[in-house]
């Protein structure tokens, strides 16, 4: 069964950096939508970044300009740079997975998902 496996989250201050990693098994990841959505606590899994079997990229208001998503068919990743990070982006951060189309905004239109990293911004 599909498996994603997230890495790279910790602590950093406001202003700084963070690079997260997801590494996929076990599908042709190719043929396959690839994304990131994040959660703060209390709060809904908000849409963050997606990226097409081909690279063609979407992005949520909130991180527009700052974050950048790409992937890797070779090595079977995607990866998510986070910069000019401020407080409000603490969540934990999760990969997700579709078929389709790469605009896809709510987290019920993805089929798979990984366990999470937590990213945590001080001010």
């Known amino acids: 069964q599909v498996q994603l496996v997230e890495s790279g989250g910790g602590l950093v201050q406001a202003g700084g950096s963070l690079r997260l990693s997801c590494a996929a098994s076990?599908?042709?990841?190719?043929?396959?939508?690839m994304g990131w959505f994040r959660q703060a606590p209390g709060k809904d899994r908000e849409f963050v970044a997606s990226?097409?079997?081909?690279?063609?990229?979407y992005y949520g208001d909130s991180v527009k300009g700052r974050f950048t998503i790409s992937r890797d068919n070779a090595k079977n990743t995607a990866s998510l740079q986070m910069n000019s990070l401020k407080p409000e982006d603490t969540a934990v951060y999760y990969c997700?997975?579709?078929?389709?189309?790469?605009?896809?905004?709510?987290?019920?239109?993805?089929?798979?998902w990984g366990k999470g990293t937590q990213v945590t911004v001080s001010s």
């Open positions: 076990r599908f042709t990841f190719r043929n396959y939508v």
């Open positions: 997700a997975q579709k078929m389709g189309t790469f605009i896809a905004t709510m987290s019920s239109e993805w089929d798979h």
């Open positions: 990226v097409s079997w081909g690279g063609s990229t």
